[in-house]
């Protein structure tokens, strides 16, 4: 795939994909012999993993820490795995930011929804009586 339908595919832009191989995120991707980039379904895999982590509020700097050990092997398979827990606990605590934030947000919208209720029946009346 070239990285004009790669880009397409994910959301991402062509810079974004470039950046995330220079800084190692994806691995190197081949080129064809017209010098054009060529992902591959593997490559892709990568692409998808990584926009799933950062969606999920993993910084940059955490992923990159993850690939390296990856590449290492399964010597790090616990380190691996301390990563991704901690990770997963930063994600639960922020989903209960954004619930308590979207209770508060309900809230306010029925107190508007109380007052505006009122509000309409009486320029109903008003309107009656014109």
């Not at 990285?3 to 832009?13: D, T, Y």
């Not at 017209?34 to 950062?54: A, H, N, P, Q, V």
Request: net charge neutral.
């Amino acid at each position: 795939m070239t990285i004009a339908e790669v880009s397409k595919k994910f959301g991402l832009s062509p810079d974004t994909l470039r950046y995330y191989e220079r800084i190692g995120l994806i691995p190197r991707v081949n080129r064809n012999e017209s010098g054009i980039l060529d992902y591959t379904e593997e490559d892709c895999k990568w692409i998808e993993f990584i926009k799933c982590m950062r969606s999920a509020g993993v910084q940059v700097e955490t992923l990159i820490e993850y690939i390296t050990l990856l590449q290492q092997g399964d010597e790090t398979i616990e380190a691996r795995k301390q990563i991704l827990m901690e990770q997963r606990e930063k994600l639960l605590s922020r989903i209960e930011e954004m619930k308590r934030a979207l209770e508060r947000l309900n809230f306010k919208i029925e107190e508007y929804e109380t007052k505006l209720i009122p509000a309409e029946n009486k320029l109903k009346r008003l309107a009656h009586n014109i």
